[in-house]
C-alpha cells in the first residue's frame, strides 16, 4: 500500500479515538484534528529515524500543518500588542522543523536571531511616533484581505 494511503487512514482513525477520548474526559479541550495529524508525524519522525519510513515530503507536511496550528492557536490567545511577532515566531518553527529534517543550518539561525532581535527593538520602541506606525502595519498585515 501507499505511504499517502496508511497516513490518511491512520490520521482518520486516530481522529475516531480522539473523539471518544474527548467526549470522555470532557474537562480536557484540544482539538482532535491537531491530535491526529501531530501524532502521526510523531510516530512517523520516530520511524524515519530509526529508518523504517523515508518520506520526508509526507512528513514534513504534517507537521506543516502543526505549525500552522500552533500559530493560530497562539494568535487566539496572543494580545495585540504581541502579535507583532507573527513572522519570527512562524519563520522559527519552519527553520526548527527544517533542522530536525534536513540539517542545521547556521545561517538561517543567525538570520532568526537577528529577526527577533529587530522585531524585539521594534516592540521596545513601539510608543514612539516613528516606530507607532509600523508597529500597526506589522500588527495588521493579515488583516483585511
Not at 6 to 13: A, E, F, S, V
Not at 91 to 109: E, N, R
Request: proline share 1%.
Amino acid at each position: 500500500m501507499e505511504s499517502l494511503f496508511l497516513i490518511l487512514l491512520g490520521i482518520t482513525g486516530l481522529f475516531f479515538i480522539f473523539l471518544i477520548i474527548k467526549s470522555i474526559f470532557k474537562k480536557r479541550e484540544f482539538c482532535v484534528i491537531c491530535a491526529s495529524v501531530s501524532t502521526t508525524w510523531i510516530f512517523l519522525i520516530i520511524l524515519y529515524f530509526l529508518g523504517n519510513f523515508s518520506d520526508k515530503v509526507l512528513i514534513a507536511l504534517l507537521i506543516g500543518q502543526s505549525i500552522a496550528g500552533i500559530f493560530y492557536l497562539l494568535e487566539s490567545k496572543t494580545s495585540d500588542n504581541l502579535k507583532i511577532f507573527r513572522l519570527p515566531f512562524i519563520l522559527t518553527l519552519l527553520a526548527l522543523v527544517y533542522f530536525v529534517l534536513q540539517k542545521f543550518d547556521i545561517g538561517s539561525m543567525v538570520f532568526i536571531l537577528v529577526l527577533w532581535g529587530i522585531f524585539i527593538v521594534i516592540y521596545l520602541f513601539r510608543e514612539h511616533e516613528g516606530f507607532n506606525t509600523l508597529v500597526n502595519k506589522l500588527i495588521a498585515c493579515c488583516k483585511g484581505w
